[in-house]
């Protein structure tokens, strides 16, 4: 039985983002949280976000970000702009180019989260996955809206 969001996403799509990326960058930013407070945490969410990130487009290292090849789809450069825009982890983002930058930042901090004893680089991360978290959650909620009503539901 499929839900109204699966059919809304085709599974078939590279690199197009998921419904649960909201859940993964919520789970990553509370994993940070409790690192950040000196919790003892699994860093597993934080993991599968800096790999989603990493997959989702291709960066050599000898080509500037200028040509790099995006494997992202429209709503994922919309959510993550809308991220970036709403966290203190950069300034505002208003190029592609930025927006790879950027992004591999992210992912290449998350990696490294265990390594990082700067608690004000940590702290922006995590703001950053909450705010991933949201925009995406508000992304995907407004998809459902363009869904037809059942007319005999409440």
Known sequence: ???PISEVFDDSTVG???PDL???ASQAAVQLNS???GKKSELNAVEQLAR????????SEDTPSTNTKLLLDPSMVVILTDAF???SFCEPVKTTAKLIDEAWNVADNLKNTRKNTDMQELKKIRDFCAALSVC???YYKS????LPKNPYMR
Do not use: I, P
């Not at 989603?52 to 960066?59: C, I, Q, R, V, Y």
């Not at 998809?143 to 363009?146: E, K, M, R, T």
């Open 85 to 87: 825009d709403n966290s």
């Open 35 to 37: 690192l950040f407070y």
């Open 16 to 18: 197009e983002a998921k």
């Open 22 to 24: 909201t859940l993964l």
């Open 52 to 59: 989603f990130l990493e997959t989702s487009f291709e960066k």
């Open 143 to 146: 998809l459902l809206n363009w």
């Open 136 to 138: 995406a959650a508000d």
């Open 1 to 3: 039985m499929s839900s």
